[in-house]
């Protein structure tokens, strides 16, 4: 299914239909249905925080770097160092921004895919190359993954027992 198009003067960053939390959305429901299952907001151990990051039904990490406005897709000089930390790496874009500049050299677009998405669905344009970590980083991403999403899951069932064990 393809995303929605547009309404008539819906430009890619005014409206919550194409604003980064939506793209995360979108890009999601379209993970889900592939069995691959992901967190928002993943901090990585260099210090960076990757906006989507999920797990495949293969064990393989994907990360994905959302991007709803020209100006920050072109002023984007940290996305390399996610690299490191994934199987696969896609860049999330929400639909009308100019998908141009991932064809250029610097970007990578023989390692890099490119998503696009609004609220509702997403859509594939360029498959991410793999670039298979190794297994000892692949498990330890993954426990840290998991990790998080118990850590989360806690919160939402009991937040003040995880304000508690918080506070420890």
């Known amino acids: ?11 890619p960053s005014d409206s919550p239909r194409h604003g980064a939390a939506a793209v995360a959305r979108g890009i999601a429901r379209l ?12 901090p990585l151990p260099n210090g960076r925080r990757a906006d989507l990051m999920g797990i495949d039904a293969r064990g393989q990490v994907l990360i ?4 709803v406005a020209r100006a920050d897709l072109l002023g984007d000089a940290k996305w390399e160092d996610y690299l490191d930390f994934c199987d696969r790496f896609y860049w999330g874009l929400s ?6 500049p991932l064809e250029q050299a610097a970007y990578r677009p ?6 696009v998405a ?17 297994p000892a980083r692949r498990r330890a991403e993954t ?16 937040p003040q027992g995880a304000a508690l064990l918080a506070a420890q």
């Open 64 to 67: 994905v770097e959302i991007k």
């Open 118 to 134: 609004d609220a509702y669905d997403a859509e594939i344009l360029r498959p991410a190359a793999l670039r298979a970590m190794a």
């Open 143 to 158: 426990t840290r993954l998991a990790r998080l999403a118990m850590r989360r899951h806690l919160a939402l069932c009991d």
């Open 95 to 100: 639909m009308g921004l100019d998908r141009a």
């Open 1 to 11: 299914m393809r995303p929605a198009p547009p309404a008539p003067g819906d430009g």
């Open 31 to 42: 993970f889900a249905r592939n069995d691959i299952w992901c967190l928002a907001e993943v």
């Open 110 to 115: 023989e390692v890099c895919g490119v998503i």
